[in-house]
């Protein structure tokens, strides 16, 4: 029986996890939708998302478009279908590479500070101080970073965008040689309204899971030092394995085979 108890403790120790990921996940969009908001809270939050996350956003899908306008060429030149770099450049870029790349920045960068810091205020006690100052943690630490998360990466995914089919533009023009004026019709004539609105539907998923990853992993820190350790190391890996499997659930919802 050693066997299938060790199997049910796990399982149980599973459903245990799925549960309480549930209801914090439940708390944490009924007080995004309630008031009191803290304006203040959710600014400071959409500026350290947004703002501060723009740089290293924006390098990578400069270099990400660099690289695939690059590919692209190498590949296609084998079957002589050159023309189309700038079709597969911008699709690309904004169906996938964009949001998804931009999620698994955020998240490394994101995900783990928010982790960091709420786990520090738990082992340290300072969650439970803000309810004896009939403080909600979820109105007060919860609600602006998932509000923030969900608005502030559909911008981020937008400029990633333009700045990643602009560095495939670079590439194209400047070293495969291509005419400038063509290159840019083709990028707009190819894309459609429904190729950058998935994109930033996907962007708002993963915002929000990233914000929610890090405050769920950091609420439930326990065990001091290593406790927070872990537990952002836990955001970062849940959050970035949420979005590779979102991100096929949406790319099917939207362009799937009927």
């Known amino acids: 029986m050693n066997p299938l108890a060790a199997i049910g403790r796990v399982f149980l120790h599973f459903l245990t996890g ?13 007080h995004c939708l309630t008031p009191p908001w803290y304006p203040s809270l959710i600014g400071r939050q959409m500026l350290n998302i947004g703002y501060f996350s723009l740089p290293v956003v924006g390098m990578t899908a400069l270099f990400t478009g660099m690289v695939l306008a690059l590919q692209s060429y190498t590949g296609f030149a084998r079957f002589n279908a050159e023309s189309a770099i700038a079709t597969v450049v911008v699709l690309s870029i904004t169906r996938e590479l964009g949001p998804v790349i931009a999620g698994l920045m955020v998240a490394g960068r994101i995900g783990a500070s928010m982790a960091a810091e709420i786990g520090t205020m738990r082992v340290t006690e300072q969650i439970d101080a803000l309810q004896t100052l009939s403080t ?3 109105k007060y630490l919860v609600a602006p970073r998932l509000l923030a998360g969900l608005t502030m990466l559909p911008l981020l995914v937008l400029i990633a965008d333009i ?3 602009f560095g495939g533009y670079l590439v ?3 070293n495969l040689g291509f005419n400038p004026t063509t290159f840019l019709r083709q990028t707009r ?5 429904i190729d950058v609105f998935s994109g930033l539907v996907k962007a708002s998923v993963f915002g929000f899971i990233i914000a929610l990853m890090g405050c769920y992993h950091g609420y439930y820190s326990e065990g001091g030092a290593q406790g927070v350790g872990r537990a952002t190391t836990n955001a970062v890996v849940s959050a970035s394995i949420l979005i590779l499997l979102c991100n096929y659930v949406i790319t099917g919802f939207f362009f799937g085979t009927k």
Do not use: C, K, Q, T
């Open 189 to 193: 004539d190819y894309l459609e309204f």
């Open 136 to 138: 909600n943690p979820f």
């Open 18 to 30: 799925a549960g309480r990921f549930a209801i914090f996940a439940g708390r944490g969009v009924i």
């Open 172 to 174: 194209g023009v400047y």
């Open 163 to 165: 700045i990643g089919v």
